[in-house]
């Protein structure tokens, strides 16, 4: 049989590339995102005005000691010279920063991004004058070089990045392997060499800090969760921590956070943070928000807490009585107890009633007479017109205790 020219064949069409796009796009977490759009943004606006003075915005060691211009340390992070230069830094952002934010949170990598980049201007600035100013042999230059751009703040990511992956070795460009402790500083070498203007010190500094960061030479700067917490739960920042794309702190992992090469209970961080940190949070604006409906999102179902070990048996037992009073209902004859001559409450009343002297009995029978006790039991319970298969279920499930066992049997009868 021929098919006709006109039928279209059964083909899978692929997604279009504005599709393919667009889903890359929605896969960035928030504050990575925003930081290639803040940068690009602010390279198109230099493009189009044609600003060029970035001498103003740089970080310039001179400047920031003799004039005490600091916002120069965040103003550098955020400028590049070129298109290649933006591009480039851009392109190593995206699955770097969203990495370690989807391991920390957005919040908390904003605070630690900002961390990075005064620390790096930091180890940058002193470096510069112990270089400058020292006895042996002197050189200006470094006080008189301006740097810009985020790959200062990139280098740190992959120290610390490289750190938290827990890999033994990495590999550059696909050519070779290197031990992961001297990938950035591999990558320091071959970018010094391939590439022209670019900051040794600035690149060797990131990488000080990111080492400086793992090691928990900052612990006394990281506060706690509580802290973090409190700024998503603000007011002002309500608007976006309702996007999708936003990953709150609470919801990552809390090793992100925490300096691999220490342990997690540090005396001066836990002082910091329960002192300083704490009173910054108390001044922030709060957002009423129901516990139980953020919750119930999140974690669906009923919570329990974790009690003695007597608690948790008898939320054991209850839950094993509540097993076996439905397979009871399974399980049922089809003769079952004729309730026309009693009601269920007034049954209810006299079977409690008279159990509890077989129920006093038996508490005060010694440990081998245990069998003929429950005999018993089960003779006065099936003298009260229950099915003796059911009294030895609802017996065996209220663990020999006859007032449970008939509230098992009666609840069947309801």
């Known amino acids: 049989m021929r098919r006709t020219r006109n039928m279209r064949p059964n083909i899978v069409s692929e997604a ?35 600003y060029d003075s970035f001498a103003e915005v740089c970080f310039l060691p001179s400047a920031v000691v003799s004039r005490f211009q600091v916002y ?97 070795s990495r590999s550059v460009f696909g050519l070779f392997n290197v031990p992961a402790k001297w990938y950035a500083f591999f990558l320091l070498v071959v970018f010094q060499l391939l590439m022209q203007n670019v900051s040794l010190l600035g690149h060797l500094c990131g990488i000080l800090s990111g080492f400086a960061y793992t090691y928990g030479l900052f612990n006394f700067l990281i506060p706690g969760t509580s802290f973090y917490s409190s700024i998503e739960a603000s007011s002002w920042l309500s608007s976006c921590v309702r996007r999708p794309k936003f990953i709150v702190c609470t919801g990552g992992n809390p090793s992100g956070y925490i300096p691999t090469h220490t342990s997690q ?56 009585s509540n097993l076996q009073a439905r397979l009871l209902e399974d399980s049922s004859p089809n003769n079952p107890v004729d309730s026309s001559t009693r009601s269920a409450t007034q049954q209810f ?33 099936v003298s009260m017109g229950f099915d003796r298969t059911q009294v030895e279920v609802a017996l065996a499930a209220a663990d020999g205790n006859l007032n449970v066992a008939v509230e098992i049997l009666m609840s069947q009868q309801g």
């Open 265 to 320: 209970n540090s005396t001066t961080s836990g002082l910091l943070s329960g002192n300083i940190w704490r009173n910054l949070s108390s001044l922030m604006p709060q957002r009423e928000v129901s516990t139980q409906s953020t919750e119930g999102s999140r974690f669906p179902g009923t919570g329990r807490t974790l009690g003695s070990g007597q608690g948790q048996m008898g939320s054991h037992r209850h839950s094993d």
């Open 349 to 381: 009343s006299e079977a409690r009633h008279s159990v509890e002297n077989v129920a006093t009995a038996t508490a005060g029978v010694p440990q081998h007479q245990g069998a003929v006790a429950s005999e018993e039991g089960i003779r006065k319970l």
């Open 16 to 50: 279009g590339l504005p599709t393919r796009m667009n889903q890359w796009w929605e896969s960035i977490p928030f504050l990575t995102s925003a930081v290639v759009v803040v940068c690009g943004i602010i390279y198109l606006v230099c493009l189009l005005v044609g």
């Open 72 to 168: 120069r340390i965040y103003t550098s992070i955020i400028f590049h010279g070129s298109l290649l230069h933006v591009l480039f830094n851009m392109m190593a952002l995206v699955p770097l920063g969203s990495e370690l934010e989807r391991i920390m949170g957005s919040v908390r990598l904003l605070y630690v991004t900002i961390l990075l980049a005064t620390s790096n201007a930091i180890f940058h600035l002193l470096i510069a004058l112990l270089v400058a100013h020292n006895p042996f042999v002197t050189y200006d230059d470094l006080m008189n070089q301006c740097a810009i751009g985020f790959s200062g703040v990139l280098f740190s990511m992959i120290v610390i990045e490289t750190s938290l992956s827990g890999v033994q």
